[in-house]
């Protein structure tokens, strides 16, 4: 990013890391967390259930259109692991250097 000291780097990780373990990191997970829209739990609701909702990260509207032109096969994780390898690219790192 602007005003970075080091070139573009990326880290895969499973766990939550420190934003800035990669100069002036972003995130781009598979997948985030919110809250609920409703505050109050049901009387069928699993007292166990944690706060928060999992959501993909990945849109439809992207695996749609990577389904239709690679197949029915494709999944979300897919998606995203064809990204970071494509991040990787050392054609895409020079082209895009001053993106990156």
Known sequence: GMGSSK???LIISDSI???????????LPLYYYEE?????KGLF????????????????FILER???QYGKNVTKEDIFYYVYGFLH???YRETFA???
């Open 36 to 40: 609920p829209k409703t505050t109050q």
């Open 7 to 9: 070139e573009f780097s």
């Open 45 to 60: 609701d699993d007292p166990n259930e944690t706060d928060y909702v999992r959501r993909d990260a990945v849109s439809d």
């Open 98 to 100: 001053s993106d990156l």
């Open 17 to 27: 890391t420190d934003i800035q373990a990669v100069m002036n990191g972003q995130s």
């Open 66 to 68: 990577a389904q239709k």
């Open 89 to 91: 690219s050392q054609d």
